[in-house]
DNA sequence: CCCTGATTCGC
DNA sequence: GCGAATCAGG
């Protein structure tokens, strides 16, 4: 496969919309991760933050066998606040997380409506869907057999047989699914605009 | 182990 | 220009 205009074009929106290289490569098909990743740092939008910040490349391949020389660059200042939480299931669970199930249980009488739970929603339709859909495929896994890379989003009620983790394949360091981090945390651009 | 992007270098 | 191999890291 080659970089024909259409297939630059769909690696840069897609790479706009801060897909990973992974996926766009397996949109775009014939091509790797790599290839993808290459293309886009010779296209120069390497660094999807642009706007003056000087990108401060990471230089990091230096036990290379090939490798000639390699300027050393300083220590790289990175800084990454995580701040997650992360449901700690025990005999009694506090309060669920918003799955979409736990949402309609919860303790809320039945026949009552639900009250409004302060930021209990503002979740985007689209997570949510997705959690559900999610849900159907699931491990479910007991809390024992939940490892380090395995989604740990409780499902259902701790207090009946119903309750499972959701055991799918942990993102990159969270503790839930891509899915579920969807839902668990939104950084900030979760209220766009629905003025209207 | 899964994944991510970054870099190098032979082609 | 291309991308596999490799590296660094969450």
Not at 2 to 21: H, I, P
Not at 107 to 130: R, Y
Request: net charge positive.
């Amino acid at each position: 496969m080659s970089w024909t205009d259409e297939r630059v074009e769909l690696l840069k929106k897609m790479w706009g919309e801060g897909q990973s290289a992974s996926q766009i490569a397996k949109e775009l098909g014939g091509v790797t991760r790599n290839a993808v990743i290459g293309k886009v740092h010779r296209l120069g939008l390497s660094n999807r933050a642009t706007g003056g910040a000087k990108a401060d490349a990471k230089p990091k391949a230096d036990a290379k066998p090939k490798a000639a020389a390699k300027p050393k660059a300083p220590p790289k200042v990175k800084a990454a606040p995580k701040a997650e939480p992360k449901p700690e299931p025990k005999t009694e669970p506090a309060v669920a997380p918003r799955t979409a199930q736990s949402l309609r249980k919860q303790i809320i009488p039945a026949g009552q409506p639900l009250p409004p739970q302060p930021s209990a929603n503002e979740i985007s339709p689209e997570a949510l869907a997705k959690v559900n859909e999610v849900e159907k495929t699931a491990k479910k896994l007991s809390l024992m057999e939940l490892t380090e890379r395995t989604c740990k989003w409780p499902v259902g009620d701790p207090a009946t047989d119903e309750f499972w983790f959701c055991g799918l394949p942990v993102q990159a360091g969270k503790p839930y699914c891509e899915a579920h981090v969807g839902v668990a945390f939104q950084p900030m651009s979760a209220r766009r605009d629905r003025k209207r």
